[in-house]
């Protein structure tokens, strides 16, 4: 199974700073990975899709880059509202694998 | 846009069955494929297997070969994921998601809880 490590596992922030979340996958998944969101009780809400397409309705603070074995998403001025959980997918191969989560806590 | 309802909390027994619904709201089941996705308490996620609304043609986790089903009925645009032979690490929050093959899931569902407890 490929395997995604994600880093870090949790982050302080603040209100308007950058943040980057990186994933590493074990061997190559050439763009197919994938970002959400995940707040408690709510629905999983896709971010990014093929590591750099920004999908529909996401603010476009919001962007991920990378390919091959290394993706990031980034957020360029946090907002109030995103602080949650984010995680990568990788969808190359089956089983389909999910990083471990990144917690964004307000610092 | 569309959204996935899935059906309400369940509690079990270890060696039951649960049968947990996912019902497309806002488009077409036909046209997608719809993944399974669970997270046990304080675990990650993990990729259960996924179904074609098209054909529902499945690949399941290998690991729940032989205790999962995956089905989907177009004429209530619903699908369905039954899992046998229940065991107290079964105890998780189930997902569906609309998606298949290297598309990234879209759109989730709330999240079922099943409960193996005796």
């Known amino acids: 199974d490929i395997q995604m490590t994600q880093s870090p596992s949790s982050l302080s922030a603040s209100v308007g700073d950058r943040v980057t979340l990186t994933c590493r996958a074990s061997q190559s998944v050439s763009r197919s990975v994938h970002w959400y969101q995940h707040k408690p009780g709510k629905a999983p809400k896709l971010l990014i899709y093929?590591?750099?397409r920004l999908q529909s309705g996401v603010p476009s603070r919001f962007s991920g880059s990378g390919s091959w074995t290394e993706f990031t998403l980034t957020i360029s001025s946090l907002q109030p509202e995103d602080f949650a959980t984010y995680f990568c997918l990788q969808t190359h191969t089956t089983p389909l694998t999910f990083g471990q989560g990144a917690r964004l806590d307000i610092k | 846009q569309g959204q996935l309802v899935q059906s309400g909390p369940e509690v079990k027994n270890p060696g039951a069955s649960v049968k947990v619904s996912c019902k497309a709201a806002g488009y077409t089941l036909s046209r997608y494929g719809i993944t399974w996705v669970r997270q046990a308490p304080g675990q990650g996620l993990e990729w259960m297997g996924w179904?074609?609304?098209?054909?529902?043609?499945?690949q399941l986790a290998e690991k729940l070969q032989g205790r999962l089903t995956m089905t989907t009925d177009t004429s209530t645009d619903t699908a369905y994921m039954e899992l046998m032979s229940l065991r107290s690490d079964d105890t998780a929050l189930y997902y569906c998601a609309r998606g298949y093959g290297v598309e990234a899931p879209d759109i989730w569902g709330q999240g079922t809880k099943v409960t193996v407890s005796s």
């Open positions: 093929s590591a750099t």
């Open positions: 179904v074609s609304g098209y054909n529902g043609d499945t």
